[in-house]
């Protein structure tokens, strides 16, 4: 498959946002009635995956998960709801935050639950890794979180080099 000079021009942000919610059931929750972390990040992938679809208008694949801290519980019968946007492009790979709020609408309450952020690599049918389009960041956060993917980057890529040198 080529890639027309239309697929790869440059697009904001905001095209790529996502926005998913589920609702927290007794088959997502472990015997206390808590939502299994495992569920959590099957959503965050999913919600990621969203953002790059959107963005690259290919297949992709996940590559890595920076670290998830699970700040509050969520229950059974919360609702999840998971945002998610494309930070930053690198060749054939994207960075993709996904942030993660829990809303009671009984109580009618809202927390920040967990933020990630995850790698995708764009590939076609064949697995073939694919170029993606650059994107624009828009607005003074959207440049923030550019930005350090930058450095979440370097700081992974180093970390890989250590670990190979440690050849563990």
């Known amino acids: 498959?080529?890639?027309?000079?239309?697929?790869?021009?440059?697009?904001?942000?905001?095209?790529?946002?996502?926005?998913?919610?589920?609702?927290?059931?007794?088959?997502?929750a472990n015997p206390l009635g808590a939502l299994l972390g495992g569920r959590l990040m099957h959503w965050i992938d999913l919600a990621g995956a969203m953002a790059v679809h959107r963005h690259t208008r290919s297949y992709a694949v996940t590559a890595s998960v920076d670290h998830i801290d699970f700040l509050v519980p969520v229950q059974v019968g919360d609702l999840v709801i998971l945002r998610s946007s494309v930070n930053r492009v690198f060749q054939t790979s994207?960075?993709?935050?996904?942030?993660?709020?829990?809303e009671n609408y009984i109580a009618d309450t809202s927390q920040h639950v967990a933020s990630a952020y995850l790698t995708?690599?764009?590939?076609?049918a064949k697995g073939n890794h694919l170029k993606i389009p650059a994107?624009?960041?828009e607005t003074e956060e959207q440049q923030r979180r550019y930005d350090d993917a930058g450095r979440r980057r370097e700081h992974r890529r180093s970390e890989v080099q250590r670990r190979r040198k440690e050849k563990w």
């Open 94 to 102: 994207v960075e993709v935050g996904v942030k993660v709020f829990v």
């Open 120 to 124: 995708f690599v764009a590939i076609d």
């Open 135 to 137: 994107v624009i960041p």
């Open 1 to 28: 498959m080529t890639i027309s000079e239309d697929m790869l021009m440059p697009r904001p942000v905001r095209d790529s946002q996502s926005e998913m919610t589920e609702l927290v059931l007794p088959n997502d």
